[in-house]
C-alpha cells in the first residue's frame, strides 16, 4: 500500500504565511511522500529479487529514513497548525510542561531559542512516553537525532524553506507568526 498525500490546504490564508511559501512547502511535503513510495517500491522488489546483500539495498534502506521521516514530520509540522495560537490553560499538557519547565515562560524561552540557533532542522517538543517528561530537542536531520521512545508533541520546521520566502533570515519573526497559529488542541491529542 503506497503512503499518501494528505490535504492541507485548509493552511492556505493562515495569518504570517504567504500562499507562495504555503504552496512550495506543501510541495516538498509532496515530494517526501512520492520519494518514499518510490524507495518503498524499490525495496519490495529487490528483497523479492534476492539483492538484499548488495551496497544499492543497504543505500536504499539508509535513504527510507530520510523520505519518511521527511514526510512524517512535514504532516506533524502542518497538523499542528491552523489554529488561533491560545494555549489551553488548566489542561494535561500545561500540567505536564509545569512539570517538565518549571513554567509555560520557561518552556517557551527553551522552545523558541532552540528554534533560533544556528542551522537548519527541527524544533520538536518530545514525550518521554516512559517517563511522560517533555523536552525540546533539535534535530538537524530528518533521520539523525530523534529520541528513542518519544512521542513528538509540537513539530517545528526551521529549514530555510519553511521561513525565507516570507521573513528572510528573520526566523524568530517566523518563530512569533508560528506560535499565532498552533493548534493547541491538536498538540494536546499527541500526549500520552
Not at 499518501?4 to 517526501?32: C, P, R, W
Not at 509545569?98 to 527553551?110: A, L, P, V, Y
Not at 536531520?141 to 530555510?160: A, R
Request: net charge negative; proline share 2%; with cysteine.
Amino acid at each position: 500500500m503506497a503512503y499518501e498525500v494528505k490535504d492541507y490546504s485548509k493552511l492556505i490564508g493562515m495569518q504570517g504565511f504567504s500562499d507562495a511559501l504555503l504552496k512550495n512547502h506543501f510541495t516538498l511535503y509532496q515530494g517526501y511522500v512520492t520519494n518514499t513510495n518510490k524507495v518503498l517500491e524499490t525495496l519490495e522488489i529487490m528483497l523479492k529479487d534476492g539483492k538484499t546483500g548488495t551496497p544499492e539495498y543497504a543505500e536504499l534502506k539508509r535513504r527510507l529514513g530520510w523520505e519518511w521521516n521527511g514526510a512524517r514530520l512535514h504532516e506533524y509540522y502542518f497538523e499542528n497548525l491552523g489554529g488561533n495560537g491560545v494555549f489551553p490553560k488548566g489542561s494535561k499538557l500545561e500540567t505536564l510542561i509545569n512539570e517538565s519547565f518549571d513554567s509555560f515562560d520557561n518552556w517557551i524561552k527553551d522552545f523558541k531559542a532552540t528554534g533560533t540557533m544556528r542551522g537548519i532542522g527541527w524544533v520538536i517538543l518530545y514525550q518521554d512516553v516512559i517517563s511522560k517528561k517533555l523536552i525540546n530537542f533539535w534535530i538537524n536531520e530528518h533521520d539523525i537525532g530523534h529520541p528513542s521512545g518519544c512521542n513528538p508533541l509540537l513539530v517545528m520546521d526551521v529549514f530555510e524553506h519553511a521561513f525565507m520566502v516570507d521573513y528572510g533570515l528573520k526566523r524568530a519573526d517566523y518563530i512569533e507568526a508560528f506560535f499565532k497559529n498552533i493548534n493547541w488542541n491538536e498538540v494536546q491529542k499527541r500526549t500520552k
